[in-house]
């Protein structure tokens, strides 16, 4: 499904991307350690099917060109949608039904956090989802919902690539801005106005990444930072724990579902989480730290950098007029 249309970014390779950099946010961070191997499971089928089918053209494409998907999900997240259908339409077959082995309850759980996650993947809630998450997180005690917890972890993979290496950064979006780019051409075959970034003639590439990282990458990236630390800091010990793997999670968790019951080694390090004062001066990107959150812990935010220096470079590129 995902060779179908042949698309230079929302094919197979981006899905596994997205897969490998959820599979290693749950690991790194401790994540994994809040969660039941249901919820972890459902995770990374969510991350692996959140584009399948994708036609290479954007909501706003179906919906001005009236295709027959926007007709059948009346416009509201058109291609999510039917991202979902269609994999759980290919899981129901005998041959391809990874989920067969789950009970009944099991299977309608990992249903409804994968429609959650896989919706949420629609950039036209990403405002409406950071707002929230926000001000969720400036309560006393705030209580994260496990649905919209991984909702925003996986919304903040799928456009992660400006939090890489340039090398990294720099493919995708070439390979994004052709398929944007091949959108325009139709649109222009079609009469229709052109849609952002898609006018392969009239397009400013670095500003518009530029742009991209500071309105959406930085604050999603900071908002999820902060809920990961809210999350895990009750967890701490579990979350330090050096065995962060999903493979020996899968040794010390396969009869127990629950975290907080987790055998913790006897000597826990801090390879994932950094609990100290120094790491502070790092998280100058993220948002306003709330009251309530126990100071003094903190992830490691390796990411900072990496947009730090590819604003840097588009920046560069945006003076030399490139
Ligand atoms: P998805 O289409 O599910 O991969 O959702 C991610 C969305 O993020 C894309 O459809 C784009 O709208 C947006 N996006 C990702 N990378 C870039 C980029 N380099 N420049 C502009 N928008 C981007
Ligand atoms: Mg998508
Ligand atoms: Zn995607």
Known sequence: GYCRFRNPYHNNLHAADVAQTVHHVLCQTGLMHWLTDLEIFATLVA???HDYEHTGTTNNFHVMSGS?????????????NHHISAAFRVLKDDDCNIL???????YRELRTLIIDMVLATD???????LKNMKNLLTLAEPNV???KALSLVLHCCDISHPAKKWDLHHKWTMLLLEEFFRQ???ERDLGLPFSPLCDRNNTLVAESQIGFIEFIVEPSMAVCADMLEVILAPIAPIANNNNNSLSSKAISSSTND??????VPEEASCEAIVCEAAEEKSSSAGTEKPTSMPTRFKIKKPWITCLAENK???????????
């Open 312 to 322: 840097k470079i588009w920046k560069e590129q945006a003076v030399k007029g490139e």
């Open 123 to 129: 950039m036209s809630f990403h405002f409406q989802q």
């Open 100 to 106: 067969q082995n789950l009970s009944r309850d099991e």
């Open 145 to 147: 919902e496990k649905s």
């Open 258 to 263: 629950d975290a907080n019951t987790l055998n």
């Open 68 to 80: 027959d998907t926007a007709m059948l999900y009346n416009d509201r997240a058109v291609l999510e």
């Open 47 to 49: 991350a692996l099917i």
């Open 184 to 186: 325009g051409d139709l």
